[in-house]
């Protein structure tokens, strides 16, 4: 088998050190073969180190509910040989996660087995969108989400801090989920105290990031 150049070698190492790329190898069990120091500062917060996450797996790394959708997708990417963009809430930020297959083959060291390559990003709703549009990708939400400060605010008010995120007004709000207007207001007014935050710039920001839906208020909670 020929190996990979130089070219391939350094356009590897640009992208595992992108600060905002998380890379991760897995084997086909799930196995964290390699993974970068942004994978686990993601999932971990910025203290995370890639020494840490070595050799776990999915089930060792994230709660149960989401462990069991990452080996699905998994799965039906190493059955299809489709690549898969995942996306998914995480500590109150939306991210999307290509999941490609490697295939197997002659390395070095022997035969390896099927892997996969995971390569996950901070994500807005415009680029879910552009993605969704695209007729090449295969796109699945995570049934969970993990909200991170987000997780104080009820369903309700999951809901409203969604819309204004895509710039609804109240008016518009309640008229979209039947209430008055004075009943949102107060929602929003909750929303702000729990969060510490009453700008509605700073609410929609916060929305936008998390890149929050009206249907993640019904996604199952970690």
């Excluded at 995971?118 to 699945?140: C, F, I, Q, W």
């Excluded at 400060?149 to 008229?175: M, Y």
Aim: hydrophobic content about 45%.
């Amino acid at each position: 088998m020929v190996q990979p150049g130089p070219a391939v070698s350094q356009v590897w190492g640009i992208l595992i050190h992108e600060p905002l790329t998380a890379v991760a190898v897995l084997d086909r069990d799930g196995r964290r073969l390699w993974v970068n120091d942004q994978c686990v500062q993601i999932i971990k917060g910025p203290q995370g180190r890639a020494s840490d996450f070595m050799g776990r797996s999915l089930e060792e790394t994230f709660p149960g509910a989401f462990a069991q959708i990452l080996r699905g997708v998994i799965d039906e990417v190493l059955s299809s040989g489709e690549a898969v963009l995942l996306r998914s809430v995480w500590r109150g930020v939306q991210y999307l996660t290509w999941i490609y297959e490697i295939q197997p083959g002659e390395e070095p060291g022997g035969m390896v087995d099927a892997r996969v390559l995971l390569m996950t990003r901070p994500a807005n709703s415009d680029d879910l969108k552009r993605y969704e549009a695209h007729p090449g990708v295969k796109v699945k939400f995570a049934a969970v989400v993990e909200l991170g400060s987000l997780n104080v605010l009820t369903h309700r008010e999951l809901e409203i801090l969604a819309l204004i995120g895509q710039g609804l007004s109240l008016p518009d709000i309640a008229s979209m989920l039947g209430r008055s207007p004075k009943t949102i207001e107060k929602h929003r007014e909750a929303i702000g105290r729990k969060l510490g935050m009453n700008d509605r710039l700073a609410l929609a920001e916060v929305a936008r990031r998390a890149g929050l839906t009206v249907a993640d208020a019904e996604r199952q909670r970690l």
